[in-house]
């Protein structure tokens, strides 16, 4: 199994362009997550998925969008990308909770640099 | 509103020593704990997670947390760290509802030979 996958490992992009994150995971896991890491501020969550076709958002959606058109994949969309959007970005997946918590599984991650 | 609070940014241990990181929770009901580790340049990996029964977890690695309600308490320890114990060190805590996880902004671990 290749777990959780992200592409690319590294972008630069210049204000105001657009990009996709992309990722994909193999585990057949029906919940998966987006998070950006600052220095410091540890992980906060973007948005989530609980199953194909339902996204909600998390702590800091502004700036990003999300689809979930299948189990495997969950993309990530920044449209007009701002220096403030510079981060490591992770992207996590999960069995469903249910009565309980699941471990999340983490990808490698995908490092931004908007200049 | 659920947080985690690592009040350590930095430590530096030597070879050999023990090490303990802290990790202060707030929660209203029984919380889902976990400490994640995170090696230069990789994602994060689970090293143990608290959910309920017996207070002392085992991790992987060597490690282990102890749950302390009257504390909201969950520190890591480990009895003799190696060189290849260097990371950064994440606390989380959790919601079943959506499988949610809080994390503590970290604590960076660095190895003295």
């Known amino acids: 199994n290749a777990g959780v996958t992200q592409t690319p490992k590294f972008r630069i992009l210049k204000i105001g362009q657009s990009m996709t994150l992309q990722c994909t995971q193999d585990?057949?896991?029906?919940?998966m997550y987006w998070y950006r890491q600052d220095p410091g501020m540890g992980l906060k969550l973007i948005y989530y998925?609980?199953?194909?076709?339902?996204?909600d958002k998390g702590e800091v959606p502004n700036g990003y969008n999300v689809s979930r058109s299948t189990t495997e994949d969950f993309p990530l969309r920044l449209e007009l990308a701002a220096p403030s959007q510079t981060s490591v970005y992770f992207c996590?997946?999960?069995?469903?909770?249910?009565?309980?918590?699941?471990?999340?599984?983490f990808g490698p991650g995908t490092r931004l640099l908007v200049l | 509103a659920q947080s985690v609070t690592q009040p350590d940014i930095h430590i530096t241990v030597s070879e050999g020593a023990s090490l303990e990181l802290r990790c202060n929770y707030s929660y209203g009901a029984t919380p889902y704990l976990f400490w994640y580790v995170q090696s230069p340049g990789q994602g994060l990996q689970l090293l143990l997670k608290y959910f309920s029964g017996d207070t002392l977890v085992q991790g992987i690695k060597g490690f282990e947390a102890e749950f302390k309600r009257s504390q909201s308490s969950f520190n890591l320890r480990k009895p003799s760290v190696h060189w290849s114990d260097a990371a950064e060190y994440f606390c989380a805590v959790g919601a079943a509802a959506g499988n949610k996880l809080t994390f503590g902004g970290g604590t960076r671990v660095l190895v003295k030979p």
């Open positions: 998925s609980v199953g194909a076709g339902i996204t």
């Open positions: 585990m057949n896991h029906n919940y």
């Open positions: 996590a997946s999960s069995y469903s909770g249910g009565a309980t918590l699941e471990t999340q599984y």
